[in-house]
């Protein structure tokens, strides 16, 4: 289980080292592209909320592995990751 640090101002999110690294390569590319956006996770809250954040390419960003081995990368799955937060404007995931 890996974790995502975005601006330090909240507890890391935590990501299962297989969802971070296609995780990494969709963040990875909009940024560098200087293209900003939103990003939705589920949180472990009862009742269950979520937590929107802005992604800039200026805040600072820490993906952690727990692993030394990067995951296989299915590219599909980021294509259909690419394609749903262009689509809509929005990353989300669900790590509940």
């Known amino acids: 289980m890996g974790t995502l640090e975005y601006n ?3 507890p890391p999110i935590k990501v299962d080292d297989a969802t971070l690294a296609h995780v990494k390569i969709v963040i990875g590319t909009k940024l560098r592209r200087q293209e900003s956006f939103m990003m939705t ?4 809250k009862t009742p269950a909320g979520r937590i929107t954040i802005w ?3 200026a805040i600072p960003l820490v993906m952690e592995f727990d692993d030394q ?4 990368i299915d590219e599909s799955k ?3 990751m690419m394609e749903h937060l262009n689509a809509r ?7 509940t």
């Open 8 to 10: 330090s101002a909240r």
């Open 41 to 44: 996770w589920l949180t472990e």
């Open 55 to 57: 992604m800039h390419p």
């Open 69 to 72: 081995e990067m995951p296989k």
């Open 78 to 80: 980021v294509v259909q």
């Open 89 to 95: 404007g929005e990353l989300v995931l669900d790590l």
